[in-house]
């Protein structure tokens, strides 16, 4: 499966974004979807993550309220809506594909290691 993010830009603090990732070459019914975010020197962070039917989504603590991962299979893509923007949100965005749908706790999903195809990253900047 190919993946593309897109919907990155620059905004105010306070602010509101929303991040696509869009599929092409599989069905995304066939994998959970996660979000990570980087920033120069620091490791790939994760984000959200969502599994394969919708049922279950999951977000780190510093987004929870803010972020909300959606997915649309019918249009094949998946979504990160941002709302309240902080500075310390300002990352390249990478959407990924885990296909071992066996697995879908938190730990995993949130385990960048797990995902076996990734996007190409789509930069957020947030000005306070």
């Known amino acids: 499966v190919q993946l593309q993010a897109f919907g990155g830009g620059v905004v105010q603090a306070g602010g509101s974004l929303r991040l696509s990732c869009a599929a092409s070459?599989?069905?995304?019914?066939?994998?959970?979807m996660g979000w990570f975010r980087q920033t120069p020197g620091k490791e790939r962070e994760f984000v959200a993550a969502?599994?394969?039917?919708?049922?279950?989504?999951y977000s780190l603590d510093s987004v929870k309220g803010r972020f909300t991962i959606s997915r649309d299979n019918a249009k094949n893509t998946i979504y990160l809506r941002m709302n309240s923007l902080k500075p310390d949100d300002t990352a390249v965005y990478y959407c990924?594909?885990?296909?071992?749908?066996?697995?879908?706790?938190?730990?995993?999903?949130?385990?960048?290691?797990?995902?076996?195809?990734w996007g190409q990253g789509t930069e957020v900047t947030v000005s306070s």
């Open positions: 990924a594909a885990d296909q071992d749908l066996s697995r879908s706790s938190y730990f995993y999903l949130a385990n960048r290691d797990r995902y076996d195809y």
């Open positions: 969502i599994t394969w039917s919708g049922g279950t989504s």
């Open positions: 070459g599989r069905t995304l019914i066939s994998y959970n």
